[in-house]
């Protein structure tokens, strides 16, 4: 049975180009039973769109990436509204800052960032977030913009674990332990990809086991962060397999049954039924 969900991924980049229908046969193999395809620009996010029609597995997040930010305008925000109105759109996404490569200047990351925060709030969709080296920026402006505030997380049942709910997601979250409690306490879910099953991954490891696994997903971020044993080679989405069960471990878990509770926590984040 297909239990695996891949919460982040990018069957859209240009790396699948020459292999796509490869891919797609692949993953139609595997225990993958959905996956959501990410958008970084208005062309990868056509992308996912067009995927997620063509595919019953597949759903779409839509979004302008922080390194792409310098392109973005107010023509590219109308495309990405409109986006967002397209059938199994599930997410705004992935947005945040990026302050390790500054492709695009800070400010400009912060403007397009709030404008698509703003954007996912009026359609009460959840966020998909990237943060490398700007945790201050993220958590100050997340918290400005009222994605924490009772008037978003009350859109939303109170989550299992007790505590309040406010559709966010920390992607490939490379952060402090100690800062993923104070995100998963004010509402947010936390995400891991291939990084978990890395042999330096101390404190990836040391954040997972620390966290309620009601707050845990999955993914793979493909074409990137490819997991042991396969690391080296492009990343895939049936290889979220890999950092499910490096998971399933660390919690003290059988595979099938963390395979079973991070795809629920994906459905339930994304609002599938």
């Known amino acids: 049975m297909k239990v695996l969900?891949?919460?982040h991924?990018?069957?859209?980049s240009e790396v699948f180009d020459e292999d796509r229908e490869d891919l797609i046969r692949a993953i139609e193999a595997s225990d993958v039973a959905y996956a959501v395809d990410i958008g970084v620009d208005i062309p990868t996010s056509e992308m996912a769109v067009s995927h997620?029609?063509?595919y019953g597995w597949c759903y779409?997040?839509?979004g302008i990436h922080p390194h792409e930010a310098k392109l973005a305008d107010e023509q590219s925000f109308a495309a990405l509204r409109e986006l967002t109105r397209?059938?199994?759109v599930l997410a705004v996404g992935e947005i945040g800052l990026d302050y390790y490569y500054n492709y695009s200047d800070p400010a400009v990351q912060q403007h397009w960032f709030r404008r698509q925060i703003r954007l996912a709030l009026d359609l009460d969709l959840p966020i998909v977030i990237h943060d490398r080296d700007a945790n201050d920026d993220v958590m100050r402006i997340?918290?400005?913009e009222g994605v924490f505030a009772k008037s978003r997380?009350?859109?939303f049942p109170v989550h299992p674990d007790g505590g309040p709910d406010a559709r966010l997601l920390m992607h490939c979250y490379s952060g402090s332990r100690e800062l993923a409690e104070q995100y998963v306490k004010l509402g947010a879910t936390i995400s891991f990809s291939g990084t978990l099953t890395y042999k330096n991954a101390r404190r990836a490891v040391e954040t997972a086991d620390a966290l309620d696994v009601r707050r845990i997903l999955v993914e793979t971020d493909a074409p990137y962060l490819t997991p042991e044993p396969f690391r080296g080679r492009r990343n895939m989405p049936p290889y979220v397999e890999h950092t499910a069960r490096r998971l399933g471990v660390i919690k003290g878990i059988s595979y099938d049954e963390i395979a079973a509770i991070t795809c629920e926590n994906a459905r339930r984040?994304?609002?599938l039924k």
């Open 9 to 12: 991924t990018h069957i859209n």
């Open 142 to 144: 997340l918290k400005e």
């Open 5 to 7: 969900f891949d919460s």
């Open 86 to 88: 397209k059938p199994k």
């Open 153 to 155: 997380t009350g859109r």
């Open 52 to 54: 997620a029609a063509k």
């Open 269 to 271: 984040f994304f609002g």
């Open 60 to 62: 779409a997040a839509v």
